[in-house]
């Protein structure tokens, strides 16, 4: 894992669910198919944008996965989502580069839980809402070292939250048939960014590895 986003919704109704999707996103058509690999390259630079590309399967049972292309927390989408079909929604965001790890929950339209984390800066961590029955004092996995007590919440701990809820969230995407809907305007992308700083340098693209 290097870069994920994604948030599941605790249904069998695909129907249901791609036309909340299709409303919030305005992308009417989708095909259904393999999972799009090049989702991937389409993640967009501006982290508070919704996503222009989604890909959804129900790849657990009664969990509907929607994987896309947005940095975004997605509060709005998940209170509509959860209200509309009176279900629990759960965020999923992690970047391992930055160090970056992010779980939100929500029941019938209301936010019940938030955490996020970032070990690579010193910006404040968020630990929202009433505590689960089976987390700890703080959120993550609790460490113990000479006497030092600290808390670690990364990918596994993600992986570990959501199965308490009957969600795997890493399971195989082949064999599976992905509605997916990608927006036919042109957001500037991640990838975009990164090609423009190296046409604007000096240096040659290999000193960039």
Known sequence: MSTWTAFYINSDNKEAVINQLQNLSTIQDFVIGDYPSDLYD???ADDTSSPTYLALAETSPNWITVRHNSFSYLSDWCEIISKHLATKVIVTIAQSVSD???FSMYDNGQKVREISVCYSDDSNPINWGNKFAFENEQP????EYEGEIEYYFGFEEIEDYCKHFELTIQTDYDNTNW???KSGIKS???KDVVKQQIANSEKPWWKFW
């Open 179 to 181: 509605f997916v809907l």
């Open 188 to 190: 500037k992308t991640i």
């Open 140 to 143: 993550g996995k609790k460490e």
């Open 42 to 44: 389409n993640y967009l």
């Open 100 to 102: 970056f790890y992010y």
